[in-house]
């Protein structure tokens, strides 16, 4: 008899063991986990008027008058970012080095009235340009000067919030220069330096 008590208790003591274990506090909720933070990429507003500097390298072609040399000059502007794109107005004037093969003949200057719309890649903006462009030379004696078109393609990158570096292609179209009979293109290659406001 005290055997089949002895196994009875066993028995009780077995079954209630897994009740007790955990003693008599409730347990802890476990705690959340954290879901991973994908990056914040910060945009860049590239809204606001700038100023710079450029120097570049110019290549003129016409009738009997060739040449290319150093360009250099100074450049401004304004633009709008509208999230992932960027429109923006400018103009920039550039003296030239460029003798075109006459004795005296030289082209002289090149302004630009300038239209940019382009992507806004973060510290990246690429554009494409077009505008008017208005060229003084020198020809045969005599200072000619004309109001043609050009278009190219251009970047800027900021290496603060505020200064930029950048490049620029352009091809230049003068159609009879000046009542001259000659056509005149020209293309520009420059790099430049800006500060932003």
Do not use: C
Request: aromatic share 10%.
């Amino acid at each position: 008899m005290l055997t089949k008590t002895a196994l009875g208790m066993a028995l009780v003591g077995a079954l209630s063991a897994p009740v007790l274990a955990g003693g008599l506090t409730e347990p802890l909720p476990e705690a959340p986990v954290a879901a991973p933070v994908a990056p914040v990429v910060v945009g860049t507003d590239w809204t606001g008027a700038y100023i710079g500097g450029q120097l570049g390298y110019g290549d003129v072609n016409a009738t009997g008058l060739d040449g290319d040399g150093v360009t250099y000059g100074l450049r401004g502007g304004y633009d709008w970012d509208f999230g992932n794109w960027v429109l923006g107005v400018g103009a920039d004037y550039d003296w030239t080095d460029i003798d075109l093969g006459g004795a005296g003949d030289t082209l002289d200057s090149v302004a630009r009235l300038k239209l940019r719309a382009g992507a806004d890649l973060g510290r990246a903006l690429v554009y494409g340009t077009a505008g008017a462009a208005h060229a003084k030379a020198d020809v045969g004696g005599s200072s000619l000067s004309d109001t043609g078109w050009f278009a190219g393609v251009g970047a800027d990158y900021l290496i603060t919030d505020q200064w930029t570096v950048g490049a620029e292609v352009l091809t230049h179209q003068f159609d009879d220069f000046d009542n001259s009979g000659v056509d005149v293109d020209a293309t520009t290659a420059s790099v430049n330096v800006g500060f932003r406001f």
